[in-house]
């Protein structure tokens, strides 16, 4: 019986580690609103595509509300090279959106969706 807790309690231990560690993506895509972010992304790239840029601040606004949920889930998963992609894209997304910049807008908007792609692997 001891022997077995000796060896049971430190493989309980790194297990859990482990599971804390790499279970970014189970806890990124584990809740209801699993698609929420990819979702807005295409919002957001579909109002600039059609200038309207009132209805792409308001979805850039539920999109940064929706990633600032995301992001505590995954930070240990994820890079941080990632998470302040992220956090770039979506800055200069909103100046670009605010100057109503199309090209800007779209290479901004596919450079965010490529950084929430990353966070996956």
Do not use: C
């Not at 560690?21 to 595509?49: C, H, W």
């Not at 998963?77 to 956090?87: F, P, R, V």
């Amino acid at each position: 019986m001891k022997k077995t807790t000796f060896f049971l309690i430190p493989l309980l231990t790194l297990l859990s580690f482990v599971f804390i560690m790499q279970g970014g993506y189970y806890f990124l895509t584990s809740r209801a609103d699993k698609n929420n972010i990819p979702d807005y992304i295409s919002q957001v790239e579909k109002d600039i595509k059609n200038a309207h840029w009132d209805q792409a601040r308001e979805d850039l606004d539920l999109l940064n509300s929706a990633l600032e949920k995301a992001i505590p889930k995954v930070q240990y998963h994820a890079e941080m090279n990632s998470l302040e992609g992220i956090n770039k894209s979506l800055a200069r997304l909103s100046g670009s959106i605010d100057a109503e910049d199309l090209g800007l807008s779209l290479v901004e908007i596919r450079e965010l969706a490529e950084h929430w792609e990353n966070l996956k692997n």
